[in-house]
């Protein structure tokens, strides 16, 4: 009985699995940019035309969403929190972004792009105020 019971589990376990992975796909990237924690990498789960994403570098971390118009679209939008920019001397980003995806959204290779929104200071005399920042990312998809 706990025979069958065990391999019905991991019939059941591994049926799950399978279909969740054949459902999208996990895309590593590397790169410069509040997407990439200013210098670092970005783990990404993508489906069709839309994907979410982590990234983490030596200055921060980021998660955020792209939405293209089609998974073979160069075009991509999203929005974007990061924790912390030392490029940008910012805690709390919150970004719309725009990347150009040179082969494509569902492609490999490189992407270029950037994002407009708001951040707060970190330190100095002006510590907790507000303030309009403009990002730009450079990576490349494997």
Known sequence: ??????????????TMATSFAQAGEFVPAAGFGSQYGDLGGKFMYREDNMAIYVGAGVGGAAVGFHIAPSANSQHVFGAQYASAS?????????????????????????????????????????????????????GYKF
């Open 1 to 14: 009985m706990k025979i069958k019971l065990a391999l019905a589990t991991f019939v059941f376990a591994t």
């Open 86 to 138: 030392d490029v940008f001397d910012s805690e709390d980003l919150i970004l719309a972004t725009y990347d150009y995806h040179f082969s494509g959204f569902s492609g490999r290779g490189w992407t270029l792009g950037g994002g407009l929104g708001t951040a707060d200071y970190d330190g100095g005399r002006r510590n907790g105020d507000s303030k309009t920042v403009a990002v730009f990312n450079a």
